[in-house]
């Protein structure tokens, strides 16, 4: 089991007047992101019956590739856009497929 990825689901909820800029924040994260050593699967995704709802659905070679894309530069510029565009802080978990 320890050749299994790490996989990353994070939910960013907009406030409803800030959609537009919350998506051009998490929108710039992802070239970035997909150059990172590491990094297998990084796509956003807009729930249809409510648009203020974003997910990123991630999948990483490992914990160390995972903690390294947290520490970035870009992530970390990302996350200090997000003030005053969030409706609460970002919920993220790390999961392991199953089966």
Known sequence: M???TIRV???VIALPEKVEELKAVLLELI????QEAGAIKYELLQNQ???TDFTF???WSS????NAH???PHLQAGAA???GLVAAAPDIGRYHLVL
């Open 31 to 34: 070239e970035p992101t997909l």
């Open 70 to 72: 947290l520490q970035s």
């Open 49 to 51: 019956s409510d648009p």
């Open 63 to 66: 914990n160390e590739a995972l």
């Open 81 to 83: 856009k997000l003030e």
């Open 2 to 4: 320890t050749n299994q």
């Open 57 to 59: 659905v991630e999948e």
């Open 9 to 11: 689901v994070a939910r």
